[in-house]
């Protein structure tokens, strides 16, 4: 069984530009989650996606956001592109009835913002 | 809110000797709670979780974990480190958000280097 796939692994963009970081979740997996993982700051939950809406959100402004896809596929865009927001994008999926907080990671998108 | 505090940041073992790598929670009702590893270039794996129950669990890769509530900690051990345990550890807490999904809030993690 496949696992949480994200593409692309590695990417470099300049300041102002804007990225669409996209995640495929393990097949039956209903849920997508985003975090973004910046050195310094740890891992920070981004936004939760459910059956096509967008539920939750963490403490990050507008310019990031995303949309999931009848076939449960999620994307995350960031628009006008800042030098923090260099960091890795992990994408992590779960089951509907799943363990309470077990999500299933991808291996991320590494963004470069220069 | 909840929080994670990993108070080692570093931290560095010879093969074969134990490993005790420290989490303490802040949570105001019955935690859920994690440990993950990343590997170098790699996300992050489940190594184990305690919901209720037994306070000792045991994980994958030979890892246990023990939940102390009085000293609100969940500390993750091992008997004998390999030098394939060289890693990025992180201790979370999960948190129920509005609507029923999961949120993690995870510790500023652990990185652990095994000397040969």
């Known amino acids: 069984e496949a696992g949480v796939t994200q593409s692309p692994t590695h990417l470099i963009k300049t300041r102002g530009q804007q990225v669409t970081l996209r995640c495929s979740p393990i097949?039956?997996?209903?849920?997508v989650y985003w975090y973004q993982q910046a050195l310094g700051l740890g891992l920070q939950f981004l936004l939760w996606?459910?059956?096509?809406?967008?539920?939750n959100r963490g403490n990050f402004p507008p310019r990031f956001s995303g949309r999931q896809f009848p076939n449960y596929s999620s994307e995350l865009n960031v628009n006008a592109l800042e030098l923090e927001d260099s960091a890795l994008y992990l994408c992590a999926s779960q089951s509907f009835g799943g363990s309470a907080g077990e999500l299933f990671f991808g291996e991320g998108s590494r963004l470069t913002v220069l | 809110a909840q929080s994670v505090t990993q108070p080692d940041i570093h931290i560095t073992v010879s093969e074969g000797a134990s490993l005790e790598l420290r989490c303490n929670y802040s949570y105001g009702a019955t935690p859920y709670l994690f440990w993950y590893v990343q590997s170098p270039g790699q996300g992050l794996q489940l190594l184990l979780k305690?919901?209720?129950?037994?306070?000792l669990v045991q994980g994958i890769k030979g890892f246990e974990a023990e939940f102390k509530r009085s000293q609100s900690s969940f500390n993750l051990r091992k008997p004998s480190v390999h030098w394939s345990d060289a890693a990025e550890y992180f201790c979370?807490?999960?948190?129920?958000?509005?609507?029923?999904?999961?949120?993690?809030?995870f510790g500023t993690g652990t990185q652990l280097k095994v000397e040969l």
């Open positions: 097949s039956g997996h209903t849920s």
């Open positions: 305690y919901f209720s129950g037994d306070t």
């Open positions: 996606y459910d059956e096509g809406e967008e539920r």
């Open positions: 979370a807490v999960g948190s129920i958000l509005t609507g029923g999904g999961n949120k993690l809030t």
